[in-house]
T-cell receptor
Framework: NAGVTQTPKFRILKIGQSMTLQCTQDMNHNYMYWYRQDPGMGLKLIYYSVGAGITDKGEVPNGYNVSRSTTEDFPLRLELAAPSQTSVYFC????????????????FGEGSWLTVV | KNQVEQSPQSLIILEGKNCTLQCNYTVSPFSNLRWYKQDTGRGPVSLTIMTFSENTKSNGRYTATLDADTKQSSLHITASQLSDSASYICVVTFDRGSTLGRLYFGRGTQLTVWP
């Protein structure tokens, strides 16, 4: 079972460069999320999507963009990379609304380590 | 302010021993509380999910408890194994009615199990 797949696993960017983190899930989940995890800190929500064609900002959206053209894919775009975007990025998905309900497990990808130099 | 605080920050135990990790939260209103295990270099994996009406949930050697009155949860690990070495993250859902439930993540407790 593939679950949530993220690519690339590791990437080094120069300041000002742009890149896209890819995320795909094969569980037919409506809800997808992008989080960042800074060292010693809890995960912070960047963007989320409640279905194809619908996206919205989370807590820390500045410097990022997303799109959701299909149910499966939810890419995260970094424009004009800055050192403050050095972090680990996690894509996640869930069948129902994030965090709601006892059985609503949120599945995470393996993470993408991004360093901006 | 909605927060999730975990203690201890790190913990070292010997293989076969038991341990208990703590999670205190101020998130209100609260929908549910989850414990995740995150191995080094991997994504978080769900261990337990409890709603406000549940006070205990087990998953193998992992047992989570919840006291919604005092806003405290604990994760008890029995007969620890080397593979239990990981970060354990407490996640609380803020219930905002019809909008997306907001997740508050703790910083995690880093558990190391020594042979």
């Amino acid at each position: 079972n593939a679950g949530v797949t993220q690519t690339p696993k590791f990437r080094i960017l120069k300041i000002g460069q742009s890149m896209t983190l890819q995320c795909t899930q094969d569980m037919n989940h409506n809800y997808m999320y992008w989080y960042r995890q800074d060292p010693g800190m809890g995960l912070k929500l960047i963007y989320y999507s409640v279905g194809a064609g619908i996206t919205d900002k989370g807590e820390v959206p500045n410097g990022y963009n997303v799109s959701r053209s299909t149910t499966e894919d939810f890419p995260l775009r970094l424009e004009l990379a800055a050192p403050s975007q050095t972090s680990v990025y996690f894509c996640a998905s869930s069948y129902t609304e994030g965090g709601r309900g006892r059985g609503n497990t949120i599945y995470f990808g393996e993470g993408s380590w991004l360093t901006v130099v | 302010k909605n927060q999730v605080e975990q203690s201890p920050q790190s913990l070292i135990i010997l293989e076969g021993k038991n341990c208990t990790l703590q999670c205190n939260y101020t998130v209100s209103p609260f929908s549910n509380l989850r414990w995740y295990k995150q191995d080094t270099g991997r994504g978080p994996v769900s261990l337990t999910i409890m709603t406000f009406s549940e006070n205990t949930k087990s998953n193998g050697r992992y047992t989570a408890t919840l006291d919604a009155d005092t806003k405290q949860s604990s994760l008890h690990i029995t007969a620890s194994q080397l593979s239990d070495s990981a970060s354990y993250i407490c996640v609380v859902t803020f219930d905002r009615g019809s909008t997306l439930g907001r997740l508050y993540f703790g910083r995690g407790t880093q558990l190391t199990v020594w042979p």
